[in-house]
């Protein structure tokens, strides 16, 4: 019995997220049947982590187990002749038996971009959140620092969701302008990247939506650290739309 170890890319808008539901299409749903396709087996497809409806990813891991004699490098170009255009299995290989997608993971890097000029980009649509108003790059990124650390994160976590603990630790986070994109405006397209050991739901987005309002004028500095001391999820910035968010990296 081989274990297999995927990293995958996908745009999310066509999907009810990662995980398999009943009220729509999963990109787990579609990558498990490409694998039964090419090996005939039903599969337990395990991923890092769920993404939500519209999310997108650059390297989501999954694994699973396979008897196959498929070659594992060679999984990537089996699944990929398979699959819809908007999934890639970036690469393919053997690990260890107890590797875990999910459980073996000690870190994550997510990247929510902003579209910040005058006028929309229909480039980037579908995978940024639309600003007009300028944004202070250097405003934001003093502001990221207050995250950095262990803290209580209860004002940047979704209401009504159920977890034992509402402490989490970001490693870095900042943010910076894309320099080079499709469009040829260069500075355009902003970068909020965040790097924990564990998120809460809707956590990166609350994040990225309170960054947005420094960022803007309309959030005063002090009062993102008031918001972590506090807990309160009325003190947070917005939440803002699945369309931006990216898994870039999961860290084993």
């Not at 999934?87 to 910040?116: L, P, Q």
């Not at 950095?148 to 630790?169: L, N, Q, W, Y």
Request: aromatic share 10%; net charge positive; glycine share 8%.
């Amino acid at each position: 019995m081989k274990n297999i170890k995927l990293t995958i890319e996908y745009v999310g808008q066509n999907y009810c997220g990662w995980q398999k539901q009943k009220n729509g299409l999963s990109i787990q749903e579609v990558i498990t049947s490409a694998i039964f396709s090419v090996t005939g087996e039903k599969v337990a497809l395990s991923g890092s982590g769920r993404t939500d409806s519209g999310v997108h990813a650059a390297g989501q891991v999954a694994n699973f187990q396979t008897t196959s004699t498929i070659p594992p490098d060679r999984f990537s170009l089996a699944l990929n002749a398979i699959l819809p255009q908007d999934i890639s299995i970036v690469s393919s290989e053997e690990v260890r038996e107890d590797f875990h997608s999910r459980y073996s993971a000690v870190g994550k890097t997510y990247r929510y971009y902003i579209w910040n000029a005058p006028t929309r980009s229909a480039i980037f649509a579908n995978n940024s959140y639309f600003v007009d108003n300028p944004l202070d790059i250097n405003v934001m990124n003093i502001s990221a620092q207050s995250f950095v650390g262990i803290h209580d994160f209860k004002a940047f976590m979704a209401s009504g969701s159920k977890v034992k603990s509402t402490e989490r630790e970001i490693l870095s986070a900042k943010v910076f302008p894309v320099r080079e994109t499709f469009s040829g405006s260069e500075g355009n397209l902003i970068c909020i990247e965040v790097t924990g050991t564990g998120f809460l739901y809707n956590m990166v987005r609350i994040i990225s939506g309170t960054l947005m309002e420094v960022g803007v004028g309309k959030y005063p500095l002090e009062k993102v650290k008031a918001a972590l001391e506090i807990g309160d999820r009325k003190l947070a910035g917005q939440t803002l739309p699945a369309c931006g968010l990216f898994l870039y990296k999961v860290f084993y």
